[in-house]
């Protein structure tokens, strides 16, 4: 069993950066494939961000191609997403999710453990 715990939402004006957090208990970070994922009102949960259990590889939808990050550090068993240049069409909860259930390449919404998300309103 994963448990993941996000934190670092909150209200930032257009153009601005956020950084979001993810930390994992029950696995570690190191053996497992993480991913970010958002969900807008009225809209289908989509996908964002994810990370190769290596950290070699790693995964963008293509409208946060060059804004956002993914990361993560073993050592504290923590998934991060840098988001810069904020845009209104961002606002969203944020999910953390690990052990992808389809090839990462897929940009698959298929994940097996999920936090409970974490709330980014970008205003404009």
């Known amino acids: 069993q994963v448990q993941l715990v996000e934190s670092g939402g909150g209200l930032v004006q257009t153009g601005g950066s956020l950084r979001l957090s993810c930390a994992a208990s029950?696995?570690?970070?190191?053996?497992?494939?993480m991913a970010w994922l958002r969900q807008a009102p009225g809209k289908e949960r989509e996908f964002v961000a994810a990370i190769s259990w290596s950290g070699g590889s790693t995964y963008y939808r293509d409208s946060v191609k060059g804004r956002f990050t993914i990361s993560k550090i073993n050592a504290k068993n923590t998934v991060y997403l840098q988001m810069n240049s904020l845009k209104a069409e961002d606002t969203a909860v944020y999910y953390c999710a690990a052990e992808s259930l389809r090839p990462l390449e897929s940009l698959s919404r298929d994940y097996r453990y999920w936090g409970q998300g974490t709330q980014v309103t970008v205003s404009s």
């Open positions: 029950g696995r570690t970070v190191s053996r497992t494939n």
